[in-house]
């Protein structure tokens, strides 16, 4: 059994991974602001701010994932200072807190690895996104960082997904129509579903994955790379 902690496991991408770790008999712990009614002894919540509360300690972590994340689509005029400050907090900053709290456990775990989350718009260039699209730049620079500095203890990736049927996106994806205009966009017509990205995140962390470090893995049904 592996102990997984999961930073916003409560909703989207996050609980689809929690999901899949606690159903193939792993521990995982979600620190989120939100709740979750779970019913299983290998599971264990903390329920904070990532960037305002305190951490608490924790034992043993073989993989941490870092979630939260933010979708600022504005026109570059538009968008306050503030904006690019608070999409650097929630996507840079709490994974820079995070994975200063728990290093030194985490370098003493199995197979011990971290997954951050990018998006497709940073090697795409799509129009409204300067902001999230900074901070998520910020974390593609980060991981290959870390990837460096940690090898050979901890591995350290990326997922740059393209927009997935989340809460987060639901502003974007309003209704069917927009819907399939926008997966008519990709190459394989598809948008993505939280499995889709967990499924590349539980990969990334499972010792089948253990010779991959510093690398952005594009799940974008081709987006950043085709044009067809």
């Given amino acids: 059994m592996r102990n997984i902690l999961i930073i916003g496991g409560s909703r989207g991408i996050g609980n689809s991974i929690l999901n899949y770790q606690l159903n193939t008999g792993n521990y995982c712990i979600n620190i989120s602001r939100n709740s979750l009614a779970v019913n299983n002894e290998n599971y264990k919540e903390y329920n904070l701010d990532i960037l305002k509360d305190e951490l608490p ?55 011990p690895s971290i997954v951050l989350f990018s998006t497709v718009a940073v090697i795409k260039g799509m129009a409204f996104h300067s902001s999230i699209s900074s901070a998520k730049a910020a974390i593609e620079g980060i991981t290959k960082s870390l990837a460096a ?15 997935t049927k989340t809460e987060l996106a ?7 129509k927009i819907e399939e ?7 394989l017509k598809k948008i993505c579903e939280p499995d889709d990205i967990a499924a590349a995140a539980n990969f990334l962390i ?12 594009r799940v974008d049904s081709g987006m950043s790379t085709l044009k067809i």
């Fill in 181 to 187: 205009n926008i997966s008519n966009n990709h190459p």
């Fill in 57 to 111: 300690d924790i034992d043993s972590i073989d993989s941490l994932v870092y979630c939260p994340g933010s979708i600022t689509l504005k026109p570059f005029l538009q968008l306050k200072e503030e904006d690019f400050k608070n999409d650097f907090e929630i996507n840079v900053i709490g994974a820079v807190r995070s994975i200063q709290k728990y290093l030194n456990v985490l370098k003493k775990g199995s197979n």
């Fill in 149 to 163: 500095e940690f090898a050979p203890t901890v591995r350290v990736n990326c997922i740059a997904p393209t927009i």
């Fill in 206 to 217: 499972s010792k089948e994955s253990n010779k991959i470090t510093g690398q952005i893995m």
């Fill in 170 to 176: 639901k502003n974007i994806l309003r209704n069917e």
